[in-house]
Nanobody, 124 residues
Framework: QVQLVESGGGLVQAGGSLRLSCAAS????????MGWFRQAPGKERESVAA????????YYADSVKGRFTISRDNAKNTVYLQMNSLKPEDTAVYYC?????????????????WGQGTQVTVSS
């Protein structure tokens, strides 16, 4: 089992940047594919980005391609989401999640462990 804690959210103006971090407990972080998801009020949780165990494969939702970058540091048990050129529609609670599947899963339903979330608010 792995426990996840997100940090780095906050209030930013449109066009600004934030970097989210997700720290994982335990010694088995490198066994998990990791994903970032977000949920805005009244909307379903949606995929943002995902990264494989070694970082060799990544996935991005079309809405964030070219603006967000997912990365991980297995030595620090941490996954990051660098968010640039933020837009008001990026406002949501952002969650990180861990999955032990062999393939890189890009939907929320395939993830086993979730953090509590961190709020990102982008003002216009």
């Amino acid at each position: 089992q792995v426990q996840l804690v997100e940090s780095g959210g906050g209030l930013v103006q449109a066009g600004g940047s934030l970097r989210l971090s997700c720290a994982a407990s335990g010694r088995t972080f490198s066994r998990y594919n990791m994903g970032w998801f977000r949920q805005a009020p009244g909307k379903e949780r949606e995929s943002v980005a995902a990264i494989s165990r070694t970082g060799s494969s990544t996935y991005y939702a079309d809405s964030v391609k070219g603006r967000f970058t997912i990365s991980r540091d297995n030595a620090k048990n941490t996954v990051y989401l660098q968010m640039n050129s933020l837009k008001p529609e990026d406002t949501a609670v952002y969650y990180c999640a861990a999955d032990q599947s062999i393939v890189l899963v890009t939907t929320p339903f395939g993830y086993d462990y979730w953090g509590q979330g961190t709020q990102v608010t982008v003002s216009s």
